[in-house]
């Protein structure tokens, strides 16, 4: 992004990405078998919204060759930093709907709910499209979503929209201290979006507040499943799998995630 190196709150969401989101249970391991299976072929992986390499680089470190791409320039300084002793891993810094990298992948990821970013048909048509022109015959992608929580998107259009809770605590590392995210969520029905604003408060040795950043409103689409089986079929994309979590468990009513395994057709171009 153009304003990344004007705007504060951008760099700091880049600086403590990697200490304030977790991974999912069994996620690298999910990735990195796939990996292997495109190491298997001598084809390299392309990750889109790849942020700080959380996974990008994790995946090089076993081998394989990696391409990561990302919209801000300050998360990609975070990841160029993080991997300058990693040789098989690059960063491109690029929206993941229009890009063109001029060669083709066997393995696609766009990891960490990066597409519900995605706020309209056209955006998830176009970055759909763009994966599979970068994926060889035969490629795999894989797209991981959140599973929505109908009752709790029904909090959001009554008594809890817009109120502020604390969702997580984590420490930031340039200063050892704690860090408080305290959310306000609401949601729009008509478009199916999720809207949040993130307050981060630090906290001192005493629990005092010593710093506080702001940031929002975050638009994020939320996505049905048989939305996300159109949307595969309308780019010509053939899903092989939709599980509920990295173990493999098929999608049900309580997952709380959507991972989506699709290949593209080896007589498609």
Known sequence: MGDDGINP?????????????????????????????????????????????RVALRLAQTGVQVVGLDLSSAMLEVARERSADVPNVSWVEGDMRPFDLERTFCLVLI???????????????????????????????VVHLDHQDIAWLGDLVGAKGG????EETFERPKTG???????????????????????WE?????????????????RLHCLFRFEVEHLMGRVGLDVRATYGDFFGEPLSDDSSQMIWVATKPQSAT
């Not at 109120?163 to 604390?166: I, L, M, P, Q």
């Not at 201290?177 to 993130?198: D, F, G, K, L």
Request: charged letters at 30%; one cysteine or more; hydrophobic letters at 35%.
């Open 111 to 141: 990891p960490g709910h990066a597409f519900h970013n995605l706020l309209t048909p056209d955006d998830q048509v176009a970055c759909l499209s763009c994966a599979k022109r970068h994926l060889s015959p035969g490629g795999m992608l």
């Open 9 to 53: 709150e951008r760099g700091y969401y880049a600086e403590t990405y990697d200490a304030a989101v977790p991974d999912w249970p069994g996620e690298i391991g999910f990735y990195a078998d796939a990996a292997d299976w495109a190491k298997s072929r001598g084809e390299p992986v392309l990750e889109l919204a790849c942020g700080t390499g």
């Open 202 to 218: 630090e906290l001192d040795e005493n629990g005092d507040v010593v710093e506080v950043r702001e940031t929002g409103p975050i």
């Open 163 to 166: 109120v502020v809770e604390e």
């Open 177 to 199: 201290r704690t860090v408080r995210a305290m959310r306000a969520w609401r949601y729009e029905r008509s478009t199916q979006t999720a809207i949040c604003e993130t307050r």
